[in-house]
């Protein structure tokens, strides 16, 4: 009688423990708080857009039948005064058209105008602060950041060409409006009350959705933490 063969021991078979997850890096926070740059956005568009909404016909700007030579400079400083009342919104489309042409025909300042936006946007006005800012290994405070930025600022805006830039294309602007407010008789144009006690400051609306903008960032931020 044939002997059977002897088993083998059974192979100890042991399963590959399940591979670790990697470990998943502590998700930094956005570099820009997208809930504040999108109400900053909104406020900014709503507020240019009635501003845009208020603005007096070209036509009526460019009336050659309305201009005449002022007969003293009183007389001169009454039109400019009416004009700017009146035509305030046409007036801050003229100042911004002669700024952004004079960007445009200068590459190096634009592109360094932009640089300088995105910083102020990334670094301080639209980041959270918590966690800090970190460049080079070091943390960097928000005051600290403010400092950096104020500085930089002042550096591109009053020691380069930008400056300059920018000085000549408000001046040119300025004297635009000047021209045209001194020598366009105001006498067919109705003002309303409410018209005459409006802010005639040429850029009065963007400052002032950027500050209510400001102010409703960090409750946007704060809410978006929690």
Not at 10 to 32: F, G, Q, T, Y
Not at 33 to 44: D, H, N
Not at 121 to 142: A, H, K, M, Q
Not at 162 to 179: E, M, W
């Amino acid at each position: 009688m044939m002997s059977s063969a002897p088993s083998l021991p059974p192979l100890p078979i042991s399963n590959p423990p399940a591979s670790a997850a990697a470990p998943v890096a502590p998700s930094s926070a956005a570099p820009v708080s997208t809930p504040a740059f999108r109400l900053f956005l909104s406020r900014l568009s709503d507020s240019v857009g009635r501003s845009l909404s208020n603005r007096r016909p070209w036509s009526e700007l460019a009336d050659r039948s309305a201009f005449t030579r002022p007969d003293s400079l009183s007389d001169a400083t009454y039109r400019l005064r009416k004009n700017l009342t009146y035509f305030r919104v046409n007036y801050a489309a003229v100042v911004a058209a002669v700024l952004a042409i004079s960007l445009i025909t200068n590459p190096f300042s634009l592109v360094v105008l932009l640089a300088l936006l995105a910083a102020w946007c990334l670094l301080y006005l639209f980041r959270p602060s918590d966690p800090p800012l970190v460049i080079l290994g070091r943390n960097f405070s928000d005051r600290e950041t403010l400092g950096s930025l104020v500085l930089i600022t002042v550096f591109v805006v009053f020691l380069t060409s930008v400056g300059s830039l920018l000085i000549s294309a408000l001046v040119a602007g300025a004297a635009i409006v000047g021209a045209h407010g001194a020598f366009r008789v105001p006498e067919d144009l109705f003002l309303d009350e409410q018209e005459t006690g409006a802010a005639s400051s040429l850029l009065s609306f963007l400052g002032g959705a950027a500050s209510s903008a400001a102010s409703a960032g960090p409750a946007v931020v704060a809410a978006a933490r929690v």
